[in-house]
């Protein structure tokens, strides 16, 4: 079974500093993919960044990035630069890759409240 | 952009009712997948559907649900019973394929059950 830990329930940053926000996982999987979506209050899901296990290098997309550590068990999404915007929940998720279990795993979220 | 779009987005219901659930998928997608989440809970994978088929339930998934791809955009989840504990928002999601593929979520359907 999969499990996803995110240990933040929530968290207050100034505007325009990074923030990084904690995700550990366990799983018996061999080949896995690690997730991070955001839900603004409006509840819909918006996918942000994917970071295969098998993958070298860190994944980045625009602001966001993903700390992965694999020895660690752990996927921190960093946003650099906060923006009011960026207020939200967000979840970390996993799934198995090549086989397995096809749904997402999701943690329990991190209520993040980027402050002017 | 091509979304994944769901109707209605809020549902009330009695409890005992049957609903039914909409959802468009992205058109090429092949995989399609509902999630529930529970008030300030964390969200949780229901089923997958790929090729005209159930490919994973998870123990959530009893008897009362099932789900349905009824032509060729359509892709429906139908409670038969409702019951309170149901009340939840329910997310569609699509994807391209398996594993490495990010899933795409619909806005939700808010179900209240009274």
């Known amino acids: 079974a999969q499990k996803i830990t995110q240990t933040q329930p929530g968290m207050f940053v100034q505007e325009k500093e990074a923030v990084t926000l904690d995700c550990t996982y366990d799983?018996?999987?061999?080949?896995?993919?690690l997730f991070w979506y955001k839900q603004p209050s409006s509840g819909e899901m918006i996918f942000l960044i994917y970071?295969?296990?098998?993958?070298?290098q860190n994944a980045t997309e625009g602001r966001y990035s993903l700390n992965f550590q694999k020895a660690r068990k752990s996927a921190n999404l960093v946003i650099s630069a906060s923006q009011l915007g960026d207020s939200a929940m967000y979840f970390c998720a996993m799934r198995s890759v090549g086989g397995g279990a096809d749904g997402l795993t999701f943690g329990k979220g991190t209520h993040l409240i980027i402050q002017p | 952009e091509p979304e994944v779009t769901q109707t209605p987005s809020h549902q009330v219901t009695q409890m005992g009712q049957e609903v039914i659930l909409r959802c468009v998928p992205i058109s090429n997608h092949l995989y399609f997948y509902w999630y529930r989440q529970i008030l300030g809970q964390k969200v949780e994978f229901l089923v997958s559907?790929?090729?005209?088929?159930?490919?994973?339930k998870s123990e959530i998934f009893d008897d009362q649900f099932s789900v349905e791809r009824p032509d060729g955009s359509n892709f429906t989840l139908k409670i038969r019973s409702t019951k309170l504990e149901d009340s939840a928002m329910y997310f569609c999601a699509s994807s391209e394929a398996r594993g490495t593929y990010e899933q795409y979520f619909g806005p939700g359907t808010r179900l209240t059950v009274t």
């Open positions: 970071q295969g296990s098998y993958d070298e």
């Open positions: 559907f790929y090729n005209n088929e159930i490919s994973e």
């Open positions: 799983t018996s999987d061999q080949s896995y993919g």
